[in-house]
């Protein structure tokens, strides 16, 4: 076991020296035009491509045991001896292949031992099937990537941008009393109120007594007083207030004596007139 193992190893030392003299003779241009071939493998109960080799190992669907390793070899040493003519890419492919499979059958061939720090068959076997799952998974992936539309190649930038003007239509939602609230809050708050209060123009008992003072003199006829008011009377709204003060400066001017003062009946006109000495006396 251990010679078929050491005669592995050492067809991959001869796989990595052939695949170094290929990067100096091949033409990597030339190279690239040539399509993928297909490595075709024919041992013991198996006859086909490399990978479905592996996909038939992981599926438990081929015996690793019965396969010789020696064989297996051989026709991949021959297929790198072709791959020379062909891309370096695919035969290095092809060597880490190759070199899992030997390894995992190796592995299935010797008992099993219990180290911790080895793996088992059944776990390599695990593991190569995940790596494989994943490189089909980022095959994948770049191929839908390759599919996309390329900026340059499919689709081009805009050479000189356009100016839009964006126009907002406002929508709105709402019921009459709504529409009649804020309508009078609007005018409420459009509306402004003044309030001014006019200064009225009062008649004091000194500006009225005066008054009478300077008009009636020694008359000692009788007069209405509003006779002796009409002619300094310039604003008729100040008709009310004059008439109250004159009415009660007369009232103090009778009680003073100076003045007499007569009303023939209610709401009848006031006359009044100089108080004479004799009245003055008897008073």
């Known amino acids: ?14 796989a990595q020296e052939e695949l ?7 033409d990597p241009a030339q190279d690239r035009a040539i399509s993928d071939p297909q490595l075709v493998v024919d041992v013991d109960g198996f006859e086909g491509p490399l990978d479905l080799l592996l996909a038939l190992a992981r599926n438990q669907k081929v015996d690793l045991a019965r396969i010789s390793i020696l064989a297996l070899v051989e026709q991949y040493l021959n297929f790198v001896i072709e791959a020379r003519r062909l891309r370096l890419e695919l035969a290095a492919d092809y060597l880490v292949m190759a070199a899992w499979l030997a390894y995992l059958k190796s592995r299935l061939l010797i008992p099993e031992q ?10 390599l076997a695990a593991a190569l099937a995940f790596r494989l799952r994943r490189l ?6 770049s191929g839908k990537l390759l599919a996309q539309n390329r900026l340059g190649r499919d689709v081009f930038a805009r ?13 709105f ?3 009459i009393y709504e529409l009649l609230s804020a309508y009078a809050t609007q005018r409420q708050r459009q509306s402004v109120t003044s309030v001014q209060v ?13 008054l009478l003072t300077r008009l009636i003199g020694q008359v000692a006829e009788w007069a209405p007083i509003t006779s002796y008011l009409q002619e300094y009377l310039y604003n008729d709204k100040d008709w009310a207030t004059v008439v109250a003060s004159s009415f009660s400066a007369s009232l103090e001017m009778v009680r003073e004596g100076r003045l007499e003062i007569r009303q023939s009946g209610a709401f009848e006109t006031v006359y009044v007139r100089a108080a004479t000495r004799d009245d003055s006396d008897e008073a």
């Open 1 to 14: 076991m251990r010679a078929l193992i050491g005669t592995a190893e050492g067809a991959a030392d001869m």
């Open 159 to 171: 050479g000189a941008p356009e100016t839009e003007s964006i126009v907002h239509k406002s929508v």
């Open 198 to 210: 006019l200064r009225r123009t009062v008649w004091s008992l000194q500006e009225a007594r005066d």
């Open 114 to 123: 219990k180290q911790e720090d080895e793996p088992t068959g059944e776990e």
């Open 20 to 26: 170094k003299d290929f990067w100096a003779d091949g």
């Open 173 to 175: 939602d709402a019921t």
């Open 136 to 141: 089909e998974a980022m095959r994948e992936a």
